[in-house]
């Protein structure tokens, strides 16, 4: 069964930092193929993409808000996903979700959240000010 598994979330304080993860399982997940994303929903808020790296880990994108603090990663031999968020505000409070695009090697990035088929949990980021 195809799984995505979010985890590095917690408390921490303004200026401080964490690292998300996200272990994809399943045997045709084929996680090297697909782009990934991390987005996160606030309370009252819509979700939105934060960060998208494509099957191509050189293509990048990042929400203005989040441009030079965070950064997004890939491990395809550990199947896994990475978000070093530095820097980090009280406005950065939100679930943080990870996604799967649902159609393989795409070219463009996309941060529709239609695109996305497999999600995540979610793990909780508070940032206190």
């Known amino acids: 069964q195809e799984e995505l598994v979010e985890s590095g979330g917690g408390l921490v304080q303004a200026g401080g930092s964490l690292k998300l993860s996200c272990a994809a399982s399943?045997?045709?997940?084929?996680?090297?193929?697909?782009?990934m994303a991390w987005f996160r929903q606030a309370p009252g808020k819509e979700r939105e993409a934060v960060a998208a790296?494509?099957?191509?880990?050189?293509?990048?994108y990042y929400t203005d808000s989040v441009k030079g603090r965070f950064t997004i990663s890939r491990d395809n031999a550990k199947n896994t996903l990475y978000l070093q968020m530095n820097s980090l505000k009280p406005e950065d409070t939100a679930v943080y979700y990870c996604?799967?695009?649902?159609?393989?090697?795409?070219?463009?990035?996309?941060?529709?959240?239609?695109?996305?088929?497999?999600w995540g949990q979610g793990t909780q980021v508070t940032v206190s000010s």
């Open positions: 399943g045997r045709t997940f084929f996680f090297s193929r697909y782009g």
């Open positions: 996604a799967r695009d649902d159609r393989s090697t795409r070219v463009e990035l996309t941060t529709s959240r239609d695109d996305y088929y497999y």
């Open positions: 790296i494509g099957w191509i880990p050189s293509n990048t």
